[in-house]
């Protein structure tokens, strides 16, 4: 606990610090992610909301955003269940226990930036109007994005956010984003 409060402190004093995090966590991104992010089973999940998804409208996406916020704290809320649970959501958080603290949550987007799958619950469904979506999958095939580290609202650690699009296999063409938390501690 005693290294969290001096982590906060450091970061809101000395600003220039958090940009230090910023080559720590791309090197992670390299070395820990970019092996597993394009898996065969993260890309037939997007595929599959892709799908199932194609119609919807901005007012739909806002009403679903509205309806997860609403139900944050009930993981069995019809919305909310198929993220968490099945077989990519289990895979993700095995990768969480695996990384024993490093990453602190793993979720994945469609082409709208709707929650797919994710080791445990993200405070809303749309990430489409965040840099973690807009940077990746809104500039195509390659794109990342590093976040600042911050104290992330649902999982209450400090932590860099890597985010990065997923792409079709077989086309190239951008289908979705993967955003990774990682814990400050971790890096230093």
Excluded: C
Excluded at 12 to 33: G, H, K, R
Excluded at 122 to 151: N, P, R
Excluded at 152 to 174: K, R, V
């Amino acid at each position: 606990m005693r290294f969290v409060s001096t982590l906060a402190a450091m970061l809101l004093v000395t600003p220039a610090l958090a940009d230090e995090f910023t080559p720590a966590l791309q090197s992670y991104m390299e070395t820990e992610i970019s092996g597993w992010a394009n898996a065969p089973e993260i890309v037939a999940a997007i595929k599959a909301q892709n799908e199932t998804n194609s119609d919807l409208t901005q007012a739909e996406i806002d009403a679903l955003d509205q309806t997860w916020r609403a139900n944050v704290g009930d993981p069995s809320n019809p919305l909310l269940a198929p993220v968490l649970s099945g077989a990519l959501a289990e895979s993700l958080r095995t990768r969480v226990e695996a990384s024993m603290g490093e990453i602190t949550e793993v979720f994945v987007m469609d082409e709208h930036g709707l929650n797919v799958a994710a080791s445990a619950v993200t405070s809303d469904m749309w990430q489409g109007d965040e840099a973690k979506f807009q940077e990746t999958y809104g500039k195509g095939a390659g794109a990342f994005h590093i976040s600042e580290v911050e104290l992330d609202e649902s999982t209450q650690q400090y932590q860099g956010q890597i985010s990065l699009t997923i792409n079709d296999p077989d086309s190239g063409e951008p289908i979705g984003a993967l955003t990774v938390g990682v814990d400050a501690e971790s890096l230093l």
